[in-house]
Protein backbone atom coordinates (compact mmCIF):
# COMPACT_ATOMS: atom_id res chain seq x y z
CA UNK A 1 0.00 0.00 0.00
CA UNK A 2 2.76 2.31 0.91
CA UNK A 3 4.57 1.28 -2.18
CA UNK A 4 1.38 2.13 -4.65
CA UNK A 5 0.91 5.75 -2.54
CA UNK A 6 3.88 6.78 -3.28
CA UNK A 7 3.71 6.01 -7.42
CA UNK A 8 0.39 7.62 -7.44
CA UNK A 9 2.03 10.75 -5.64
CA UNK A 10 4.81 10.37 -7.75
CA UNK A 11 2.51 10.28 -11.09
CA UNK A 12 0.38 13.31 -10.30
CA UNK A 13 3.58 15.13 -9.05
CA UNK A 14 5.09 14.76 -12.56
CA UNK A 15 1.63 14.79 -14.27
CA UNK A 16 0.51 18.16 -13.15
CA UNK A 17 -3.26 17.63 -13.16
CA UNK A 18 -6.29 16.35 -11.42
CA UNK A 19 -7.45 12.93 -12.18
CA UNK A 20 -10.03 13.99 -14.22
CA UNK A 21 -8.31 15.99 -16.90
CA UNK A 22 -5.26 13.00 -17.06
CA UNK A 23 -5.27 11.96 -20.59
CA UNK A 24 -3.09 9.49 -22.74
CA UNK A 25 -0.75 11.80 -23.73
CA UNK A 26 -0.01 12.35 -20.10
CA UNK A 27 0.51 8.72 -19.80
CA UNK A 28 2.95 8.36 -22.31
CA UNK A 29 4.74 11.88 -20.98
CA UNK A 30 5.28 10.55 -17.57
CA UNK A 31 6.52 7.44 -18.89
CA UNK A 32 9.33 9.21 -20.79
CA UNK A 33 9.80 11.32 -18.13
CA UNK A 34 10.45 8.23 -15.80
CA UNK A 35 13.18 7.03 -18.10
CA UNK A 36 14.93 10.26 -18.67
CA UNK A 37 14.85 11.25 -14.97
CA UNK A 38 13.02 14.64 -16.13
CA UNK A 39 10.19 16.14 -14.13
CA UNK A 40 10.52 17.65 -10.42
CA UNK A 41 13.54 16.33 -9.20
CA UNK A 42 14.02 13.40 -6.73
CA UNK A 43 10.55 12.65 -6.39
CA UNK A 44 10.42 10.19 -9.52
CA UNK A 45 14.30 8.65 -8.90
CA UNK A 46 13.26 6.30 -6.21
CA UNK A 47 16.22 7.71 -3.90
CA UNK A 48 19.46 7.56 -6.65
CA UNK A 49 19.85 11.58 -6.66
CA UNK A 50 21.95 10.57 -10.10
CA UNK A 51 19.81 12.90 -12.34
CA UNK A 52 18.63 9.41 -14.77
CA UNK A 53 15.59 7.38 -14.89
CA UNK A 54 14.33 4.59 -12.69
CA UNK A 55 14.47 0.89 -13.99
CA UNK A 56 11.81 -0.31 -16.59
CA UNK A 57 10.58 -2.63 -13.14
CA UNK A 58 9.46 0.37 -11.46
CA UNK A 59 7.89 2.43 -13.92
CA UNK A 60 5.87 -0.51 -14.93
CA UNK A 61 4.70 -1.23 -11.22
CA UNK A 62 4.08 2.53 -10.99
CA UNK A 63 1.75 2.41 -14.04
CA UNK A 64 -0.10 -0.54 -12.58
CA UNK A 65 -0.55 1.34 -9.72
CA UNK A 66 -1.94 4.46 -11.56
CA UNK A 67 -3.68 2.09 -14.21
CA UNK A 68 -5.47 0.76 -10.69
CA UNK A 69 -6.40 4.11 -9.66
CA UNK A 70 -8.39 5.45 -12.46
CA UNK A 71 -9.79 1.91 -12.92
CA UNK A 72 -11.71 2.56 -9.87
CA UNK A 73 -12.41 6.18 -10.81
CA UNK A 74 -13.86 4.92 -13.86
CA UNK A 75 -15.88 2.23 -12.24
CA UNK A 76 -17.56 4.91 -9.64
CA UNK A 77 -18.30 6.91 -12.63
CA UNK A 78 -15.63 9.80 -11.55
CA UNK A 79 -13.79 9.59 -15.09
CA UNK A 80 -14.82 8.89 -18.38
CA UNK A 81 -12.39 6.08 -19.28
CA UNK A 82 -9.41 4.98 -17.86
CA UNK A 83 -5.86 6.97 -19.66
CA UNK A 84 -3.71 4.35 -19.25
CA UNK A 85 -3.10 2.54 -22.69
CA UNK A 86 -3.10 -1.42 -22.22
CA UNK A 87 -0.51 -1.40 -25.10
CA UNK A 88 0.84 0.54 -28.59
CA UNK A 89 -1.02 -0.51 -31.36
CA UNK A 90 0.27 -2.75 -34.16
CA UNK A 91 0.59 -3.71 -37.60
CA UNK A 92 -1.98 -6.76 -36.58
CA UNK A 93 -4.17 -4.76 -34.47
CA UNK A 94 -6.87 -5.49 -36.34
CA UNK A 95 -6.48 -9.05 -36.34
CA UNK A 96 -5.30 -8.98 -32.73
CA UNK A 97 -6.76 -5.86 -30.73
CA UNK A 98 -5.42 -6.89 -27.56
CA UNK A 99 -1.78 -8.05 -28.39
CA UNK A 100 -0.06 -4.64 -28.85
CA UNK A 101 3.66 -3.50 -27.84
CA UNK A 102 3.78 -3.13 -24.03
CA UNK A 103 4.15 0.47 -22.77
CA UNK A 104 7.03 -0.80 -20.79
CA UNK A 105 9.06 -3.94 -21.70
CA UNK A 106 11.12 -5.57 -18.75
CA UNK A 107 14.32 -7.72 -19.20
CA UNK A 108 13.62 -10.99 -17.77
CA UNK A 109 16.96 -11.75 -15.49
CA UNK A 110 17.87 -14.64 -13.93
CA UNK A 111 17.68 -14.11 -10.01
CA UNK A 112 20.71 -15.19 -7.92
CA UNK A 113 20.27 -18.02 -5.76
CA UNK A 114 22.33 -19.36 -2.44
CA UNK A 115 25.09 -22.03 -2.46
CA UNK A 116 24.19 -25.17 0.67
CA UNK A 117 27.07 -23.71 2.14
CA UNK A 118 25.39 -20.31 2.17
CA UNK A 119 21.92 -20.99 3.65
CA UNK A 120 23.71 -23.00 6.19
CA UNK A 121 25.83 -20.68 6.93
CA UNK A 122 22.70 -18.17 7.02
CA UNK A 123 20.71 -20.43 9.29
CA UNK A 124 23.50 -20.99 11.74
CA UNK A 125 23.72 -17.15 12.26
CA UNK A 126 19.90 -17.19 12.82
CA UNK A 127 19.66 -16.47 16.88
CA UNK A 128 16.08 -17.46 17.60
CA UNK A 129 13.96 -20.32 16.69
CA UNK A 130 11.42 -17.93 15.40
CA UNK A 131 13.79 -16.64 12.32
CA UNK A 132 14.98 -20.45 11.33
CA UNK A 133 11.32 -21.18 11.17
CA UNK A 134 10.78 -17.87 9.08
CA UNK A 135 13.90 -18.79 6.98
CA UNK A 136 13.11 -22.49 6.32
CA UNK A 137 9.51 -21.15 5.22
CA UNK A 138 11.20 -19.72 2.67
CA UNK A 139 14.27 -22.18 1.69
CA UNK A 140 12.57 -25.52 1.96
CA UNK A 141 9.02 -24.54 0.99
CA UNK A 142 9.33 -21.07 -1.25
CA UNK A 143 7.35 -19.00 0.54
CA UNK A 144 6.84 -15.70 -0.53
CA UNK A 145 8.17 -13.06 2.52
CA UNK A 146 4.44 -11.91 2.66
CA UNK A 147 3.18 -15.44 3.17
CA UNK A 148 5.33 -16.13 5.77
CA UNK A 149 4.29 -13.48 7.61
CA UNK A 150 0.56 -14.11 6.70
CA UNK A 151 0.69 -17.10 7.72
CA UNK A 152 -1.84 -17.95 11.12
CA UNK A 153 -1.54 -20.77 13.55
CA UNK A 154 -4.02 -22.70 12.16
CA UNK A 155 -2.92 -22.88 8.72
CA UNK A 156 -0.13 -25.43 9.85
CA UNK A 157 -1.05 -29.06 9.17
CA UNK A 158 1.56 -30.48 11.50
CA UNK A 159 0.16 -34.19 11.32
CA UNK A 160 -0.12 -34.04 7.07
CA UNK A 161 3.06 -31.57 7.19
CA UNK A 162 1.36 -28.99 5.02
CA UNK A 163 0.72 -25.07 4.62
CA UNK A 164 -2.41 -23.35 3.72
CA UNK A 165 -1.31 -20.16 2.15
CA UNK A 166 -4.64 -18.12 2.53
CA UNK A 167 -3.19 -14.75 1.20
CA UNK A 168 -1.04 -15.51 -1.89
CA UNK A 169 0.00 -13.40 -4.43
CA UNK A 170 -3.02 -12.23 -6.04
CA UNK A 171 -5.32 -13.07 -3.54
CA UNK A 172 -4.38 -16.92 -4.43
CA UNK A 173 -4.92 -19.71 -2.50
CA UNK A 174 -3.15 -23.22 -2.14
CA UNK A 175 -2.19 -26.18 0.39
CA UNK A 176 1.49 -27.28 -0.46
CA UNK A 177 3.78 -29.26 1.61
CA UNK A 178 6.68 -28.05 3.32
CA UNK A 179 9.95 -30.26 5.18
CA UNK A 180 9.23 -31.86 9.10
CA UNK A 181 12.31 -29.44 9.49
CA UNK A 182 10.36 -26.03 9.35
CA UNK A 183 7.61 -27.96 11.60
CA UNK A 184 10.17 -28.66 14.19
CA UNK A 185 11.43 -25.41 14.78
CA UNK A 186 7.90 -23.71 14.22
CA UNK A 187 7.43 -26.36 17.54
CA UNK A 188 10.59 -25.02 19.30
CA UNK A 189 9.41 -21.31 19.01
CA UNK A 190 5.97 -21.96 19.63
CA UNK A 191 7.20 -24.11 22.90
CA UNK A 192 9.61 -21.73 24.42
CA UNK A 193 9.17 -18.43 22.41
CA UNK A 194 5.83 -17.13 21.37
CA UNK A 195 4.47 -15.01 23.89
CA UNK A 196 1.01 -16.91 25.27
CA UNK A 197 -0.38 -13.63 25.70
CA UNK A 198 0.21 -12.67 22.30
CA UNK A 199 -3.09 -10.39 20.73
CA UNK A 200 -3.16 -12.17 17.36
CA UNK A 201 -3.04 -15.63 15.83
CA UNK A 202 -0.65 -14.60 13.35
CA UNK A 203 1.97 -17.36 13.60
CA UNK A 204 5.33 -14.70 13.62
CA UNK A 205 4.72 -12.65 15.86
CA UNK A 206 7.66 -9.69 17.85
CA UNK A 207 8.94 -11.28 20.78
CA UNK A 208 10.73 -8.34 22.62
CA UNK A 209 9.78 -4.41 23.04
CA UNK A 210 6.69 -2.22 22.87
CA UNK A 211 4.97 -4.36 20.38
CA UNK A 212 5.78 -7.87 22.33
CA UNK A 213 3.13 -10.28 20.95
CA UNK A 214 2.10 -8.01 17.42
CA UNK A 215 2.27 -9.27 14.13
CA UNK A 216 6.40 -9.12 12.94
CA UNK A 217 6.48 -6.42 9.72
CA UNK A 218 7.93 -6.93 6.14
CA UNK A 219 10.68 -4.36 7.86
CA UNK A 220 11.23 -6.51 10.65
CA UNK A 221 11.92 -9.54 8.90
CA UNK A 222 14.13 -8.29 6.35
CA UNK A 223 16.16 -6.45 9.27
CA UNK A 224 16.62 -10.11 11.06
CA UNK A 225 17.34 -11.32 7.70
CA UNK A 226 20.16 -8.37 7.34
CA UNK A 227 22.26 -9.09 10.47
CA UNK A 228 22.30 -13.03 10.09
CA UNK A 229 23.58 -12.22 6.64
CA UNK A 230 26.24 -10.08 7.65
CA UNK A 231 27.15 -12.16 11.03
CA UNK A 232 27.42 -14.82 8.46
CA UNK A 233 29.56 -12.75 6.09
CA UNK A 234 27.68 -13.15 3.43
CA UNK A 235 27.18 -10.94 0.27
CA UNK A 236 23.75 -10.97 -0.10
CA UNK A 237 20.66 -12.93 1.77
CA UNK A 238 17.13 -11.70 0.59
CA UNK A 239 13.69 -13.52 0.90
CA UNK A 240 13.38 -13.26 -2.75
CA UNK A 241 16.37 -15.17 -2.56
CA UNK A 242 15.95 -17.86 -0.12
CA UNK A 243 12.55 -18.63 -2.39
CA UNK A 244 14.48 -19.10 -5.21
CA UNK A 245 16.97 -20.91 -3.98
CA UNK A 246 14.42 -23.59 -2.63
CA UNK A 247 12.56 -23.42 -6.52
CA UNK A 248 15.41 -24.07 -8.02
CA UNK A 249 16.74 -26.86 -6.07
CA UNK A 250 13.47 -28.61 -6.54
CA UNK A 251 13.43 -28.71 -10.16
CA UNK A 252 17.16 -29.61 -10.01
CA UNK A 253 16.32 -32.80 -8.17
CA UNK A 254 13.27 -33.82 -10.76
CA UNK A 255 10.48 -32.24 -9.77
CA UNK A 256 7.80 -31.78 -12.60
CA UNK A 257 7.82 -27.97 -13.90
CA UNK A 258 4.15 -28.61 -12.94
CA UNK A 259 4.81 -29.15 -9.35
CA UNK A 260 6.90 -26.47 -8.90
CA UNK A 261 4.17 -23.84 -10.47
CA UNK A 262 1.97 -25.60 -7.23
CA UNK A 263 4.83 -24.85 -4.65
CA UNK A 264 5.05 -21.73 -6.12
CA UNK A 265 1.62 -20.77 -6.46
CA UNK A 266 2.65 -18.94 -9.88
CA UNK A 267 -0.74 -18.28 -11.84
CA UNK A 268 1.07 -18.77 -15.32
CA UNK A 269 3.51 -21.26 -15.64
CA UNK A 270 5.62 -19.04 -17.93
CA UNK A 271 6.48 -17.91 -14.21
CA UNK A 272 8.05 -21.01 -13.69
CA UNK A 273 9.94 -21.75 -16.32
CA UNK A 274 12.97 -19.23 -15.00
CA UNK A 275 13.73 -22.16 -13.25
CA UNK A 276 14.44 -24.25 -16.03
CA UNK A 277 17.51 -21.85 -16.55
CA UNK A 278 18.32 -21.68 -12.95
CA UNK A 279 19.09 -25.06 -12.86
CA UNK A 280 22.11 -25.43 -14.78
CA UNK A 281 23.95 -28.78 -13.27
CA UNK A 282 19.94 -30.21 -13.98
CA UNK A 283 20.15 -28.87 -17.80
CA UNK A 284 23.47 -30.20 -18.28
CA UNK A 285 22.81 -33.96 -17.07
CA UNK A 286 19.63 -33.54 -18.65
CA UNK A 287 20.96 -32.50 -22.18
CA UNK A 288 23.95 -35.27 -21.77
CA UNK A 289 21.81 -37.97 -21.39
CA UNK A 290 19.32 -37.41 -24.05
CA UNK A 291 22.49 -36.87 -26.00
CA UNK A 292 23.95 -40.13 -25.37
CA UNK A 293 20.76 -41.76 -26.49
CA UNK A 294 20.93 -39.98 -29.86
CA UNK A 295 24.24 -41.12 -30.11
CA UNK A 296 23.46 -45.20 -29.34
CA UNK A 297 20.53 -44.37 -31.83
CA UNK A 298 22.40 -42.93 -34.64
CA UNK A 299 26.06 -43.65 -34.44
CA UNK A 300 25.32 -47.67 -34.93
CA UNK A 301 24.31 -47.20 -38.92
CA UNK A 302 26.56 -43.85 -39.53
CA UNK A 303 29.60 -45.00 -41.57
CA UNK A 304 33.42 -43.99 -40.52
CA UNK A 305 34.70 -40.91 -41.90
CA UNK A 306 38.29 -41.36 -43.04
CA UNK A 307 41.27 -41.34 -41.64
CA UNK A 308 41.65 -37.02 -41.40
CA UNK A 309 45.66 -38.26 -41.99
CA UNK A 310 44.96 -39.27 -45.70
CA UNK A 311 42.62 -38.18 -48.02
CA UNK A 312 42.85 -40.14 -51.57
CA UNK A 313 45.49 -42.21 -50.21
CA UNK A 314 47.95 -39.93 -49.80
CA UNK A 315 49.18 -38.67 -46.39
CA UNK A 316 49.06 -35.07 -44.97
Not at 107 to 119: G, K, S
Not at 204 to 222: E, H, N
Request: aromatic letters at 4%; a positive charge.
Amino acid sequence: MLAAAYDLRVFFAVVGKPPGQVTAADVLGFVTAQHTGAGVGRLQLAGDGAGTGVSARTVRRRLSSVSGLFGFLHARGDVDANPVPRGLPTRRERQRPRQGVPLVRTPRTLPRILEPVQVDALLAALRTWRDRAMAEAMVLGGLRRCEVLGLRLGDLQVAARRVFIAEGKGGHQRLIPVSGRFFASVASYLDVERPADAGTDRLFVVLKGQRRGQSLSPAGLDQILDSARERAGLVQATCHQLRHTCLTRLREAGMALEAVQAQAGHASIESTRIYLHLADDWLASQYRRAIEAIDAQMLPGTPALPDPSTVDGEVR
